[in-house]
């Protein structure tokens, strides 16, 4: 079993910066593939961002690129998720996940993540 608990959302504005953490026990951290995704209300779960064992490879969602930073820390059990120049639109309960499967490239792919944390809110006004 893994768990995985998510920590650092909270109320922004348009423009500010959020970091979201992920931290996970029960396995050794870093066989463990991470990733982040996001719902909205009345909305599907969405792939955010992801990042292999070693966190050599990582992947983004095109409209999320250059605003997220995905990042894992195997010292400390932790994955991270940098957000910046936030956008009502981002607005959603985020996700992190982990993937216990061995992967050159990271998945984006919900169905492939093994265990979940229990989210956590994120809101952005205007």
């Known amino acids: 079993q893994v768990q995985l608990v998510e920590s650092g959302g909270g109320l922004g504005q348009a423009g500010d910066s959020l970091r979201l953490s992920c931290v996970a026990s029960?396995?050794?951290?870093?066989?463990?593939?991470m990733g982040w995704f996001r719902q909205a209300p009345g909305k599907a779960r969405v792939f955010v961002a992801t990042?292999?064992?070693?966190?050599?490879?990582?992947a983004y969602a095109d409209s999320l690129k250059g605003r997220f930073t995905v990042s894992k820390d195997n010292a400390k059990s932790t994955v991270n998720l940098q957000m910046n120049s936030l956008k009502p639109e981002d607005t959603a309960i985020y996700y992190c996940?982990?993937?216990?499967?061995?992967?050159?490239?990271?998945?984006?792919?919900?169905?492939?993540?093994?265990?979940w944390g229990q989210g956590t809110q994120v809101t952005v006004s205007t």
């Open positions: 996940a982990a993937d216990l499967t061995f992967r050159v490239l990271a998945t984006t792919r919900s169905d492939q993540y093994n265990y």
């Open positions: 990042i292999i064992r070693n966190g050599g490879n990582t």
């Open positions: 029960g396995r050794t951290f870093s066989m463990l593939g």
